[in-house]
């Protein structure tokens, strides 16, 4: 799902060459390769290069990248500029530390791992801030945008779709919730595959009916921004 979700991002940047759109697609095909890596360790046990992967492209890296396209829609110019080099930025700097670190545990292949068990404070630290603040400007720019949005006539549409993004973000985020509470891997990935569903869904809503009257609406263009969470 998250790999069909990049692919439609990467069509239509193909088509426009908008900047979020871009980032939405990198952000997406980082949570294909996190979801990949846990469809590894879990069909062939757990370990620490699977872990590694997933760790890496789940919460360090698509979260912030995913965060670097609303700000990059809805922002100012020179602050999409900005936060798209602090981003990259940030994405190299973790790239190093989670090839670097060295695992303080052991991981049991037949379980999925908790960072707090296997690393040392630098990686969940990257985890924690990359998960939350990203999480945090996604969940925001969603809201905000839908409010904007209620107040005018002829934007159902688009406020549906900010609704759904709005609910697989919260799905997704409990996903998290719940590995880092109860390590349920089946439920884990339920909740993400429903979460990244329900983001696509309300992406697709988006495009589903062009109206060149609303295009100015939507801050700049009919497009509401994707979220995610993923679990530190």
Known sequence: MSLAFALSTFERWLDRRRPYELAWTIAL?????????????????????????????????SVPELALGTVLLLAPAAAGRATRRAVHTWSLVSVGVLVA????????????????????????????????LGAT????????????????????????????????SLLLSAGGLLNSVADEMTAFAIAHAAGITFVFAGFLVTGSRRRPALRTVATGGDEVAPVSARSA
């Open 29 to 61: 095909a980082e949570f294909a390769a996190a979801s990949a890596a846990q469809w590894w360790g879990a069909a062939a046990g757990w370990g620490g290069l699977s872990f590694r992967a997933f760790y890496l492209f789940g919460p360090i890296l």
């Open 101 to 132: 670190v060295p695992l303080t545990g052991a991981i049991d292949p037949a379980v999925l791992p908790q960072g707090s068990e296997v690393f040392g404070p630098l990686p969940r630290a990257l985890a924690a801030i990359g998960a939350g």
């Open 137 to 168: 400007v996604l969940i925001a720019g969603a809201v905000w945008s839908a409010a904007r949005l209620a107040r005018r006539r002829g934007t159902g549409r688009l406020v549906a779709a900010n609704s759904l993004i709005a609910v697989g």
